[in-house]
């Protein structure tokens, strides 16, 4: 998706260009006004966008959450992701899976609420047990001093735990963490989309050098 995304930044069609920002944004990035460099300076910040990183955490944050569920069994509880048992603590775990520590929105924290409310309901109503303490939010990634202000909030009621002590307390192994960063980047060496962008740049400067943008 995001190769094809890439390969459509080819055309300016698929721009809209501020002709006042453009040139500016053009000079700053390579110091010229040459079609490539133009083209440049409007498919960088498409293929590296916000929106892309935003795409990548949310595939990713399922397709863990996915892993998850498979490895520790499904929660049979609404709104809780995984059910695991503490390896620091030997305590059972209730727990809802995000992304990271600064990914949380404001409506994040009422659904996150929401749903241990809820969880704790049903424990009431069906004798299952399950008491505050062990209802934990687990952040796939970061650090501790890495958390926003609604990620706090929801700190002020609910235990949660961040990116290695979360990998820590799931697997018991200190280093799982670390070694779950390394083979992920290991992994992104075969994905090098270093031509296909090339190849883009040289189709929109041909494009942009054939209806002479900015040329005086």
Known sequence: NHKSNT??????????????????????????????????????????????????????QKFITDTLVKICGGSGIQGIDIEFIDQTDGKKRYCQVKLGPNTINKD????????????????????????????????IYGEENEKNANLKKVEQEYEVYIGQDFWYRLTGDPKFYKKM????????????????????IKSLALEIDEKKLFAV
């Open 7 to 60: 390969q459509k930044c080819g055309r300016l069609k698929t721009f809209k260009i501020n002709p006042l920002l453009l040139p500016y944004l053009t000079y700053y990035l390579t110091g010229n006004l040459k079609p490539e460099s133009i083209a440049k300076a409007l498919i960088y910040p498409r293929v590296l966008s916000t929106s892309i990183t935003t795409t990548f955490g949310t595939g990713l």
């Open 108 to 139: 994040d924290v009422k659904t996150i609420k929401d749903h241990f409310q809820s969880a704790k309901n049903i424990s009431r109503t069906n004798n299952i047990g399950i008491i505050h303490e062990n209802l934990v939010v687990g952040i």
């Open 181 to 200: 960063i390394l083979t992920i980047s290991e992994a992104s060496k075969n994905i090098n989309m270093k031509r296909t962008v090339e190849k883009t």
